[in-house]
């Protein structure tokens, strides 16, 4: 029985970690990273941030620490892959986005932009900022166990929430594809997995509780899956879907001008005549 519990420990370990291989195979494969959420990132790297700091107020299995420190480097080198991978927009998109209003852009971006920035950099920076409110805590607030035990709740409950992005991004496109199969295959089958592990090993209430409900919502992407299959997502420009796509300059040209496709030789004759 202890050669099997030390199996599962490092299963827990660097199971959950290896399921993105196949999403960066994907990604890299596609150049292209508009089916997989860059959200997940956010929410795998802060909840697990946030459960380092837990474990130095409440020690629980050495294994779900490894598994947090392997999954923010995973989650970084995906998140790096992402930022690097994103789909080119179409000259026309551009132009239209330039021509909404102030007031409509507003309504459609997060407030500063959060986790949609352009430079890894800005992530990295971010994730530090958020490292030191936590080192700020620990050492203002550590003593007190009820503080202890809310980080734990809020990083369970944060990782709880990680199928929520694909779920959303799966619903806006109205497709699966791009979204790597054994990635889900990874969370339903990991998930289930470490809730028995939590129970078998009486881990803290927070991890029973935030993986039961994890468990569900994989199961609400695998439903998205079945129902989508292999449709291609839906109200994409058609110069979108080739990645990369060089930009007709002439025609982007041609609708900043005042005369469109027009030639402006051809327009003076007419005003001429």
């Avoid at 837990?54 to 392997?70: A, D, P």
């Avoid at 809310?150 to 944060?158: C, D, E, F, M, R």
């Avoid at 979108?240 to 027009?262: C, R, T, V």
Wanted: charged share 20%; aromatic share 10%.
């Amino acid at each position: 029985m202890g050669f099997i519990g030390d199996l599962a420990a490092v299963g827990m370990a660097v199971g959950p970690p290896l399921i993105y291989v196949d999403q960066v195979r994907k990604i890299l494969k596609a150049r292209d990273s508009s089916g997989f959420s860059i959200d997940i990132c956010a929410v795998v790297i802060i909840a697990n941030i946030t459960r380092c700091f837990f474990y130095l107020g409440h020690r629980f299995e050495t294994s779900l620490i490894v598994q947090s420190i392997l999954l923010i480097t995973s989650q970084l080198f995906l998140l790096s892959l992402c930022i690097h991978n994103r789909p080119t927009r179409s000259s026309q998109e551009r132009i239209d986005n330039e021509q909404q209003s102030f007031a409509s852009r507003m309504l459609k971006q997060r407030p500063f932009n959060f986790w949609q920035w352009d430079r890894l950099g800005s992530y990295l920076e971010f994730l530090a900022g958020f490292i030191v409110v936590m080192v700020i805590i620990h050492f203002a607030l550590g003593w007190s166990s009820s503080v202890v035990e809310s980080l734990g709740l809020i990083a369970l409950g944060l990782e709880s929430t990680l199928p929520i992005p694909q779920l959303l991004s799966n619903y806006r496109r109205r497709s699966t594809e791009g979204f790597s199969d054994l990635v889900l295959a990874g969370w339903l089958g990991g998930d289930i997995f470490k809730t028995g592990f939590y129970l078998a090993r009486h881990s803290p209430m927070q991890f029973t509780i935030c993986g039961a409900i994890t468990v569900l919502l994989d199961l609400c992407v695998l439903a998205q899956r079945l129902i989508y299959r292999d449709r291609a997502p839906q109200n994409l420009p058609e110069d979108e879907q080739i990645i990369g796509a060089p930009i007709d300059h002439e025609h982007e040209l041609a609708l900043h001008s005042p005369y469109g496709d027009m030639d402006p030789e051809d327009d003076s004759r007419q005003r001429t005549s």
